[in-house]
């Protein structure tokens, strides 16, 4: 079985659900990038109501509404298609008649290397959730990688115009919990790295909350540092020496893990630099890295966050890792 790192470098494609808004067109500038340092296909999708049983008595000849927003989606999916092809970007269109998270897990599930990208509005009031309905159940439905943005957060390093090369430095923060199902962040978080990290600029900074009066939230701090340490080497032994990229770790101390993680996230600490990105599992046990403390983070920062989620973490493209990791 090969390493994380040279199995998982989204050199497939990337998935990129459009409806004409700023936001998504934010998530394609970072899709953008990402298929240009990666070489990925750039799978752009279009989802348009279907037609209502009222629509079937319209008399022949006339347009119904539903094929009138069908063709003004196709014709929006060639515009961008043929914008991404001038930055010599390979580009798949897909209409999508139904239901739009439908249409994404469709596109996911017929590529388990895939990821998709969603961004978010920005802003929302207290109580609702940031990313909506249809990235509630993309998250918990899609069997790849799933990378979030907000609408006004930070978006990924950016990459060269000029260049297929990665030319730009990122920190990777991986968050976890001290078992195998939260490792199934590694792979995608070396993806990143591989896509966008220059030689040399690259850091993988690890990260376990203990929790600061006990409890079964998390292991204690020597458990947790012998954990990191042996986790790091892992990592470290997986990439290729030639890239340079850096593996550090932090214990960090809080009651809960989510505003730990998000504090780390905006100020970085003295293991490390602010980082660039947030990548984690939402399938340990325990309560640890689950969609609570997911979707905390995702509200807590600014970040970019790359969520891998039960069903992705059990597809042949996760299976193993930790165990092949431990075994050497």
């Known amino acids: 079985m090969g390493t994380p790192y040279a199995s998982y470098k989204f050199n497939t494609q990337i998935i990129v659900p459009l409806d004409g808004s700023v936001a998504a067109e934010k998530a394609l500038l970072a899709a953008s990038q990402l298929a240009r340092t990666s070489g990925a296909t750039l799978h752009v ?46 580009v798949r269109t897909t209409l999508w008649r139904g239901d739009a998270a439908e249409g994404i897990l469709t596109a996911a599930r017929e590529d388990p290397a895939a990821l998709v990208l ?28 799933v990378l979030l943005l907000r609408g006004d957060g930070r978006p ?17 923060m991986v968050p976890l919990d001290g078992t195998p199902a939260g490792e199934a962040a590694l792979g995608p978080a070396l993806g990143l790295l591989a896509a966008l990290a220059a030689p040399g600029e690259g850091r993988l900074h690890l990260v376990h909350v203990v929790p600061t ?49 998000v504090r780390l996230a905006a100020r970085g600490d003295d293991h490390a630099a602010p980082p660039s990105v947030v990548v984690m599992a939402t399938g340990g046990s325990g309560g640890r890295i689950l969609g609570s403390v997911t979707e905390q983070v995702l509200h807590g920062t600014r970040l970019p966050v790359m969520v891998i989620g039960q069903q992705a973490a059990r597809t042949p493209e996760f299976d193993g890792y930790a165990v092949a990791g431990r075994e050497e």
């Open 45 to 90: 999708i279009r989802a348009v109501p279907p037609a209502r049983a009222s629509e079937q008595m319209h008399d022949v000849g006339l347009v119904r509404p539903s094929d009138h927003l069908a063709a003004e989606a196709e014709g929006y999916l060639q515009r961008i298609a043929t914008r991404l092809r001038g930055g010599q970007i390979d």
């Open 156 to 172: 990924l390093p950016p990459a060269s115009p000029y260049s297929a090369l990665p030319q730009t430095a990122l920190q990777v």
């Open 118 to 145: 969603l961004a978010s509005g920005g802003r929302t009031s207290r109580g609702r959730w940031l990313f909506g309905s249809v990235a509630r159940r993309v998250l918990r439905e899609a069997p790849v990688p």
């Open 213 to 261: 009066f006990g409890g079964d939230l998390g292991l204690d701090e020597p458990r947790a540092r012998a954990y990191l340490q042996e986790v790091g080497d892992r990592v470290a032994a997986w990439m290729p020496r030639e890239l340079g990229h850096r593996v550090t770790w932090s214990v960090l101390f809080e009651t809960e893990p989510s505003p730990a993680i």
